[in-house]
């Protein structure tokens, strides 16, 4: 079953929580803090295996939780960092957040690698905090949340040159003809129900990869069709191989289907018109369709235009066709997906994820109280351990230092009101 769009959720792990110890030694006098920093949560990171084709390993598992880190001990000692979670992915999937529809990474490359969801920092321990005005601190951190998202996963399939046309003109005919691909052929419409990869390979040796689409009709690109689905693919390629059925045998105009096809490619992406393309005229072994070539070249009117006629059931005019898309793809650039940062091409990951982070936002509720959100209060009020005062009074700094205060006055508030933070409920002291 060929899979090419899933959604899923991932989760980094948390952080370990730091401690608060003391030395306690015989005859060693204010031994001091002695609680060790937790350990670093595992990430999720995605991995490019080339010996993948579909996503359909994520029909069977959509959640993705990485462990968190150890806590923090006694004596300083430091707990141990959790081991990321390694999910393989094909060549060609680009994860997108569900959400926003942000683009989090494209990941084309074999051994490519891209940090989905990031495991949290550990908590530091109470040694971390000591101080000459403060020796002997009973504060500490709890482990920092780790990234969770839902996300969607996208294959575009990895091919040099992709066949398009309506249906039953005869791609999957002369993919089969031309490479060792056995996609399913058949006298009716939509027989290819999934795309198809074959490598060529040329009388001197130049190869590349040919993919198969499913058969597109006009209205495509508004979900027409079973094509419209698999339009996606052909953006990855770098030369159109557009297949005309020049026997006019299913009462078509082949010019007419010529202007259709382009018109769904324009109208879906409109880079697809940047892609140099190469006209197939097929079934040249039926009767009418010299005369139909010969009236298509003179509609078609451009002497640029790359046309071969060839016959995939007698396997006549294919040699040229071939040394043609071989050609081209040595002189053709590949087409980037996206706008790629020079830092980031000297890594292995083409895409970096920085959300921007929220500080907070303060909304009312239907009773009242004031509501508290966003990623940086919620992280902190996550990371504060509130069974030690200190640690209290800490939490209660940062909120003042980022404004939260002055802008729960501004919006209202007054001594003895609520506000709410997650599920938990403060008392405002002005």
Request: hydrophobic residues 35%; without cysteine; charged residues 30%.
């Amino acid at each position: 079953m060929f899979v090419d769009h899933v959604k899923i959720y991932v989760k980094g792990g948390d952080g370990g929580d730091g401690m608060v110890a003391f030395r306690r030694e015989k005859y060693i006098a204010y031994g001091g803090p002695a609680g060790g920093d937790g350990g670093q949560g595992a990430s999720v990171v995605f991995i490019v295996d080339e010996g993948l084709r579909t996503l359909m390993d994520f029909r069977y598992q959509r959640h993705f939780k990485a462990p968190r880190g150890e806590h923090g001990g006694s004596k300083n000692m430091h707990g141990k960092n959790a081991t990321d979670v390694v999910v393989k992915v094909p060549p060609g999937t680009i994860v997108t957040d569900a959400e926003d529809g942000s683009i989090i990474a494209d990941l084309v490359e074999h051994g490519q690698t891209a940090v989905i969801a990031k495991g949290g920092r550990g908590g530091r321990g109470n040694s971390r905090f000591a101080t000459p005005s403060n020796p002997a601190p009973e504060l500490s951190e709890k482990g920092e949340p780790g990234a969770n998202k839902e996300i969607n996963l996208e294959l575009k399939v990895l091919a040099d040159a992709g066949l398009v046309g309506f249906p039953s003109v005869g791609k999957s005919t002369l993919l089969s003809v031309v490479s060792a691909a056995k996609p399913k052929i058949a006298d009716y419409h939509f027989t290819t129900l999934v795309p198809n990869l074959g490598m060529v390979e040329t009388d001197d040796h130049r190869g590349f990869v040919l993919a198969d689409l499913p058969g597109l009709i006009e209205g495509a690109h508004q979900g027409v069709g079973l094509g419209h689905q698999f339009l996606r693919h052909i953006e990855r390629t770098r030369v159109v191989i557009h297949v005309i059925d020049m026997s006019g045998l299913e009462g078509r105009e082949p010019y007419e289907d010529f202007l259709t096809i382009n018109e769904e490619l324009e109208q879906y992406n409109m880079r697809l018109t940047e892609r140099p393309q190469i006209i197939v005229a097929n079934k040249m072994d039926m009767p009418e369709a010299e005369e139909n070539l010969k009236v298509f070249k003179e509609k078609l009117n451009d002497s640029n235009a790359l046309i071969f006629p060839t016959s995939a059931l007698t396997r006549t005019g294919l040699d040229g066709l071939l040394h043609a898309v071989a050609d081209l793809l040595e002189t053709t650039p590949e087409f980037p997906m996206h706008e790629i940062e020079d830092e980031d091409k000297e890594n292995s990951v083409l895409y970096k994820y920085d959300g921007e982070a929220e500080l907070f936002k303060v909304a009312r509720d239907d009773d009242g109280a004031f509501v508290l959100s966003g990623y940086t209060v919620e992280r902190l009020f996550r990371m504060t351990d509130f069974n030690f005062d200190q640690s209290v009074r800490k939490f209660a700094r940062q909120l003042r230092g980022m404004g939260v205060d002055d802008e729960l006055r501004k919006r209202g508030a007054k001594d003895g009101d609520t506000v709410r933070l997650l599920d938990f409920e403060f008392e405002f002291v002005d």
